[in-house]
């Protein structure tokens, strides 16, 4: 990627981030895919929404159900996108079975296959501190989303650290996860917290909310930066040594362990080790939840990272697509990812203002139902880009927000 082009948005909360504004918005340039990074509030982009029927459906061993289908135990096949074992409920989770990764599908633990569909929030951290220094900020937020009829089945969840890189533009939170080089001159946290306290006011009641709701949840540690040079892996190193033991007793939470790398100059096996060094911090502590794994250039090299997978198992593997970065080489990658392992596309979305937006909407949607692949709309908000709604009341969708609307009541409830 050549260079970023930054649009300063005021996010919904209407209130001011470290850079002067709520957020960011990025009109990527081209990379070696032939594709851009996203055009997402402060880096990535991402949604929130249903499964593939209602919670607590049940369905024939085999088949398509919901998110509450069947208890008891699975056992799947070893290898990079087995099972690797039989996975058991247990700790948190709200009720919810855990997911095993079979081949190419996700399943619950009655072996039923599952679609996530949901949408993402804005940084957790803006919302706890522009909703009264409170987790109410969060829990509002989620709240809104469902009574929009946006939410799905399934929430992620950013955690920014000190600085989000984002190329040479950074983004700051104003009440990050403390781990990082920043603060800096142009980057100082409005509401600095300790790790141990940002776990116990932020995060850990944002995803028991959201476990009380029947929602599974993705930790998503939201860096967009080289991941094979600098010291953002070793950050994500250090923050889920600290969070993966936190939640590895909660069957309805998945770890997407580094947001976007970037390290569009080199390729998939350089940045492999990097992975498996964070999935190997990861699988000490929680040995059973689900991993979302990243790839090169803001996740547009799917294939690749699974024709060449890191050791371990229960493996789901990212895209984040976007109109600006959707080219006939990132639509190959994709497609030679979902024939061997499940894909879940953990950011996408549009705005009004790219080309043929609806018609890029529908064919998207197409090709992601006929995938099979699971995914979470970026993003819940008015001001971060590309919004799902259009005014800090978070009453009324954008084009995008009723496209995702819509598709998620087609799924079921």
Same mark, same amino acid.
């Given at each position: ?146 009574? *929009? ?79 094979? %040079?600098?010291?953002? *892996?070793?950050?994500?190193? %250090? ?175």
């Amino acid at each position: 990627m050549k260079g970023l082009l930054r649009l300063l948005v005021c996010a919904s909360v209407g209130m001011w981030l470290g850079l002067g504004a709520c957020g960011t918005a990025e009109t990527p340039a081209s990379d070696g895919t032939g594709g851009a990074a996203n055009p997402g509030q402060g880096g990535s982009p991402s949604g929130v929404g249903g499964a593939s029927a209602g919670l607590g459906g049940a369905a024939g061993s085999g088949g398509t159900t919901g998110l509450g289908g069947g208890a008891g135990a699975n056992t799947g096949g070893a290898g990079s996108n087995g099972a690797g074992g039989a996975i058991t409920g247990g700790g948190g989770g709200g009720g919810l079975p855990a997911l095993i990764v079979d081949g190419n599908h996700l399943r619950d633990s009655a072996g039923n296959t599952v679609v996530l569909r949901g949408s993402s929030l804005i940084d957790i951290g803006s919302l706890y501190m522009f909703g009264g220094q409170s987790v109410a900020g969060i829990t509002n937020r989620l709240d809104k989303v469902a009574a *929009a009829g946006v939410q799905g089945h399934v929430v992620r969840m950013p955690v920014y650290p000190l600085i989000t890189y984002n190329g040479t533009v950074p983004t700051c939170s104003p009440l990050p996860y403390p781990v990082g080089t920043g603060p800096s001159a142009t980057c100082t946290p409005k509401m600095p917290l300790n790790a141990a306290d940002y776990v116990s006011r932020v995060l850990k009641p944002a995803v028991d909310y959201a476990t009380s709701k029947g929602l599974y949840v993705i930790v998503d540690f939201h860096q967009i930066d080289n991941a094979t %040079t600098g010291t953002s *892996a070793a950050d994500a190193r %250090t923050f889920w040594t600290d969070i993966a033991p936190r939640f590895a007793g909660y069957t309805n939470v998945l770890y997407e362990i580094f947001n976007e790398p970037i390290d569009n100059k080199v390729p998939w096996s350089t940045l492999k080790p990097v992975v498996q060094g964070l999935i190997d911090v990861v699988r000490a502590a929680a040995p059973q939840n689900v991993i979302v794994v990243p790839s090169n250039a803001w996740d547009q090299h799917t294939g690749d990272a699974v024709t060449n997978p890191p050791q371990g198992s229960n493996f789901m593997y990212t895209a984040h697509i976007y109109p600006a970065n959707w080219s006939q080489a990132f639509q190959t990658q994709v497609a030679t990812a979902v024939a061997s392992a499940p894909v879940f596309v953990t950011e996408w979305g549009y705005t009004a203002t790219d080309p043929n937006p609806h018609a890029w909407g529908t064919a998207l949607q197409a090709t992601i139902d006929a995938n099979g692949a699971s995914w979470t709309a970026w993003v819940t908000d008015n001001g971060w880009s590309p919004p799902m709604f259009t005014s800090t009341a978070l009453t009324a969708l954008t084009d995008f927000g009723t496209l995702t609307k819509t598709w998620l009541a087609a799924k079921g409830p």
